[in-house]
């Protein structure tokens, strides 16, 4: 071969192996390094690269016997090459030197290089190399059948299965974490809201309810005048109906129903007609499952009570919208009541606020998972009802006891946090 073929073409036809090489190469780090999330999505679009790309990850064994069959057959007719070359221009030292600047050619421009480039921008290096193989495997079947027959059987030694290939679904950390790698392609108020979505499922009924002593129903004891002033001052479309106390619920009120009752007819005959049955919910019920149960049931108003059916207190649909949106029903001035500020450094605050609430609207960080209401923390946390003028810290917030009443605490005096050293 070395006497019937010219040194220019023996060179030519190295440097076309090399290119070869640097294809196999470039392309299987860029299959390989591809978003399978992103390439499905782009299948699905209809891009033909990426629908054959994801055909054949379906089974990477497969296209990996093709790109290491052609690659190693390339890799060796280049030695070969390199060996009858070098030994034409030089003899036997050049066949050894030239076997060394082999190793370097293959190693930047076939390895390196082309990897490289492929992992930096692998779906521009792996959509047009899936056009090339797909065909290709279709043709040299055989022949990675062989190979990969060979290589499955060690593997399966090990107990590892080729078809083990299924694309896993993420986790709720793992969505976490891609929506906070998303950056600039998901406005920050976006991702708020889909981050608030990944976390329905750890927060409960019990966690955005109305606890059971602020719920505003209609007393169906009460006269009509009292009646009337209820519904005129509601915030709310929707009032729970009860006879003496709000345990004793008989229905639900959609205010829109007394659209053609006049406020003389405000009794308990008139009412009685217009409620609907009230629906009662186990206290925690996670928020996901409790948004789906409201769809299913075309229900807005929930009654949330414990193991003895005694209500604890009531949620409803707009409760929960607002875990993932943010508040727009409720009343900002409520939000100045719970919390008013003293200085630079300190707040005075309801005792009774939901913690969660708190958190949300003034960026602190105190704990949501035992008790809802600074009351219920602090009780928790001394084990008993604290007398004005007492100070502990709770997660590095120092607290003072403001005002306190025979069973609960009713202001605290809520400081910056305590840097923790590092």
């Not at 009230?278 to 193991?307: H, I």
């Not at 502990?392 to 120092?398: D, Q």
Request: hydrophobic share 45%; aromatic share 6%.
């Amino acid at each position: 071969m070395g006497d019937d073929v010219p040194l220019a073409g023996l060179i030519t036809l190295l440097v076309i192996l090399l290119l070869l090489s640097a294809f196999f190469s470039g392309s299987e780090t860029a299959l390989m390094s591809l978003n399978r999330y992103q390439l499905r999505h782009k299948a699905r679009e209809g891009h033909r690269g990426a629908r054959l790309a994801e055909k054949l990850l379906k089974r990477p064994d497969r296209v990996i016997g093709l790109i290491l069959l052609g690659n190693n057959l390339v890799n060796f007719i280049a030695a070969s090459l390199v060996g009858i070359t070098a030994f034409k221009i030089g003899g036997e030292p050049a066949a050894a030197l030239g076997a060394v600047v082999l190793t370097i050619l293959v190693l930047v421009f076939s390895e390196t290089a082309p990897k490289t480039l492929a992992a930096l921008h692998p779906e521009r290096v792996a959509f047009p190399a899936a056009l090339i193989y797909y065909p290709l495997l279709k043709i040299l079947y055989p022949f990675v059948w062989m190979t990969n027959v060979a290589a499955n059987g060690v593997l399966f030694l090990f107990g590892v299965r080729a078809n083990d290939t299924e694309l896993q679904a993420l986790t709720r950390e793992e969505l976490r974490t891609v929506v906070h790698e998303a950056g600039a392609r998901i406005s920050s108020r976006y991702r708020e809201m889909l981050l608030s979505i990944l976390d329905l499922g750890k927060v409960t009924v019990d966690d955005v309810m109305v606890p059971h002593n602020e719920i505003v129903g209609i007393d169906l004891d009460s006269n009509s005048v009292d009646i009337e002033s209820i519904i005129s001052d509601s915030q709310h479309t929707r009032l729970p109906v009860y006879r003496d106390t709000i345990d004793q619920v008989v229905g639900i009120l959609h205010l829109r129903k007394l659209a053609n009752l006049a406020q003389r007819d405000l009794t308990t005959d008139n009412l009685q007609p217009l409620l609907s049955e009230p629906y009662f919910v186990p206290e925690g019920t996670p928020l996901s499952t409790q948004l789906v149960q409201f769809q299913r049931r075309r229900e807005r108003v929930a009654l949330v009570v414990d193991e003895y059916g005694d209500i604890q207190g009531i949620v409803t649909l707009e409760d929960i919208l607002e875990e993932i949106v943010g508040e727009f029903t409720t009343d900002p001035a409520d939000d100045e009541e719970d919390v008013v500020r003293e200085g630079s450094d300190s707040f005075l605050v309801d005792a009774t606020a939901n913690i969660r609430e708190l958190n949300r609207s003034q960026n602190w960080n105190l704990p949501t998972d035992g008790p809802k209401t600074i009351n219920g923390l602090i009780v928790e946390s001394l084990e008993t009802i604290p007398k004005p003028g007492t100070c502990l810290e709770i997660s590095g917030y120092p607290i003072e006891i403001v005002e306190t009443d025979d069973n609960r605490v009713r202001s605290v005096r809520v400081g910056r946090p305590i840097p923790v050293p590092p």
